[in-house]
């Protein structure tokens, strides 16, 4: 190509106090052009767009545009200049409506009136619904981000960042989502695509670059690329895919006969009418987008939610009403998604996080006195077996990497020699290498005779290691079908199609 | 007891005197947690107005500039408070007691050689022929113009937060600040100056207690006004409106008490001077059922990480 590149980055170096998060980074992007910026978590994907933005400034080198220098001081200047962002979070503003979000992200927003106009315009030519006078907290994640969109498109951007746009969507939706893309590309708007999803990468992408620790290890064409070298990339060593042995799922661990029940917070979603088996042995695996119960049912599995008698029976006793220590007792453990605050207390040390949960399955305390040693010993047992990478047992959770902590998390209560696993979101935020030790670990605890219960938003994760798959949707669970076959189509179809795309098809 | 002894007007008339105070320290705080920031120095910076206030008026011989400095006073005691949480990071659960003890130490400290003193009056506006229609003259159009002020200020507080960018942006930053950030609006500059106006409001709301209502200097005057106005801001679900009505509503308790007390009703003093606290809350309770309305960052510490 001999045209001028839109966007041109020389030596971009970034460095935070301990830790360089860019290391003389170059890219280059045409108009039009679909770039990848690929990189595992840390990798520095995000300071490079938050430079670009103008809400980071780089410690030393240029960025061009359209062949002029560009250093935006603030974000109002990248904008002017033709830059937009769609954030993976923090970007909206759940009391307000559309347009009132809309309008906060424009440089000279018109009257409320003109602007409504505009927004019904715009989401009618690129086929995102979208109702302007809605109140943003009671959109579905894909309705959110269709604002987002709508509000860099109302700039007639040049350049369009966007964040992992596909974690919170619907397979049906991801669809909607990249036709939007496509056909601004065609029109020559450039667009700067963070995601590690890396099959989204390969039909959508025209271009990737990939980061590792804050510097540039690669480029390649996607479509011409498998995923599995681009993961290898960007993790820098070979990928170890889980693997397991074949096997005969033994008895009824847990069963659920009609579980419903209301959500305890006020914007959660109530649980209707679930009804599903989980054997020895057997990985089920939960599907669906946020907030359609995952939170709840794992409240209900775990104890911190009582249901009605009879709807959770554990090998055959109902325990419905027992709380989380006499079910930990038991032998049913949980990990919830939310790491600090709720999986873990994050001021607290890890020998301390680790008592908690730990106390009654490992005998670390005796006569309501703490055994400290014996504490300590499972933590440390914990961080070696999950390769936690942390100074020692006495440091603070709040002090360790998410990913880290999520192996903590998970690692505790994997150690606890479970009868019934609960988890949800095991990997989230977690990098691929730690991902698949996860993964790795829960499949060989099922091994040995636990029953699983994975609750997640990772499609590819639920297929890899569930033996059977459902999906809640709403606060129903779908009947539960074989992980083996399903195909793309008819897993979105049982998490619901796309939210709120009524409208498109008229 | 003789309630034929309580004139319905006057009685209407010194509710709205009653209420102004009020007004003033609860639209300004509304203001400042509107922003997401939660100031529990509404009483320290009343009384600080109230002293800051009379002196001046004292001093110069003009109510007016007494107001000004009542403004001013409240204003700098408050950037105190926006050092502390939005520079130093503080709590700003303690940094508001603390401004509260503060403020009330330092009014006391002020206000030591102005004891017993009468300060000038401000006169009423003068609307000439209004002032003389039956019933609603002597109401409406015999106040000064401070009272009308208040008012206004509601009105003005409920149009710019509705209608203009500026209301939006502050509204956002109070609903998130994370958010507020990444779209690069500056989250620690429109809090100190959302902090500052309460500090102005809450100082002329005290200064009306001193100047207006009262009007004399004593220790502590403001008497658990700036705890009420808090109170009301929340009850009133953050509307400026039913800010404004359960502020009348206080103001009318207060002046029922008084006048059922020098009408000689047989209960206890004691229950009447709690009434308006009492009665306030209750029915500011029952009206704010809609509790999604507080600002979703309300009183969370913004540090920003970039």
Known sequence: MTQTPLLHLAGLTKAYPGVVANDDVSLTIAPGEVHALLGENGAGKSTLVKMIYGLVKPDAGTMEMNGAAFAPPEPRAARAAGVGMVFQHFSLFDALSVAENIALGMEDAPKMSALSRQIREVSETYGLPLSPDRVVGDLSAGERQRVEIIRCLLQEPKLLIMDEPTSVLTPQEV???????????????????????????????DAATILRLGKVVGHC???????????????????????????????VVLALEGLSAASPSAFGMPLRDITVEVRRGEVLGIGGVAGNGQDELLAALSGEMRTRPGSVRFQGRDVSLLGPNPRRAMGILSAPEERLGHAAVPDMSLTENALLTGAAREGLDRGGMLNWSAARKFAERIIETFDVRTPGPANAARSL??????????????????????????????????????????????????????????????????????????????????????TVEEIGLMMGGAHGMEVAHV | MDLSAINPVLFIAGFLVAATPLIFAAIGELVVEKSGTLNLGVEGMMITGA??????????????LGFVAAAVGGALLSLLFAFLTQITLANQVASGLALTLFGLGLS???????????????GDINFGPLADIPVIGPILFTHDIILYLGFLLVAAVWAVLKFTRAGLVLRAVGESHDAAHALGYKVVRIRTLAIMFGGACAGVGGAYISLIRVPQWTEGMTAGV?????????????????LL??????????????????????????????????????????????????????????????
Request: one cysteine or more.
């Open chain 1, 175 to 205: 669809e909607i989502l990249f036709k939007t893309l496509r056909k601004l590309s065609a029109e020559g708007t450039a667009i700067l695509y963070i995601s590690h999803k890396l099959e989204e990468i390969r039909s959508l992408c």
């Open chain 2, 108 to 122: 006391s400290l002020l206000g030591q050689s102005y004891v017993g003193i009468k300060p000038p009056r401000l």
């Open chain 2, 245 to 306: 009505l359960g502020a009348y509503l206080f103001g009318g308790i207060t002046q029922l008490q008084l006048n059922l007390q020098g009408a000689g009703v047989a209960i206890p003093v004691e229950y009447l001077a709690m009434s308006p606290y009492v009665i306030t809350i209750v029915v500011l309770v029952i009206l704010s059922r809609d509790k999604s309305a507080a600002p979703a960052s309300l009183g969370r510490t913004f540090h920003a990480s970039t």
């Open chain 1, 401 to 486: 990497s998410g990913g880290n902590l999520q192996k903590f998390v998970i690692g505790r209560e994997v150690l606890q020699r479970p009868e019934l696993l609960v988890v949800n979101q095991p990997t989230w935020g977690v990098d691929a290498s730690a991902a698949a030790a996860i993964r790795q670990a829960l499949l060989d605890l099922a091994e040995n005779g636990t029953a699983i219960v994975v609750i997640s938003q990772d499609l590819d994760e639920l297929m890899e290691i569930s033996d059977r798959f459902a999906a809640l949707n709403e606060g129903r669970l779908s009947p539960p079908r074989p992980a083996q076959g399903l």
């Open chain 1, 221 to 251: 064409t996607p479509s011409e690329t498998s995923a599995r070298d681009m993961a290898e990339m960007m993790v820098g060593s070979a990928l170890k895919t889980p693997t397991r042995a074949g096997k005969t799922p033994g008895d």
């Open chain 2, 226 to 242: 700036g705890w009420i106005a808090l109170a009301l801001v929340v009850f009133a679900s953050w509307k400026p409106w039913r």
């Open chain 2, 51 to 64: 002293i800051c206030g009379f002196a001046i008026a004292v001093e110069t011989g003009s109510p007016l």
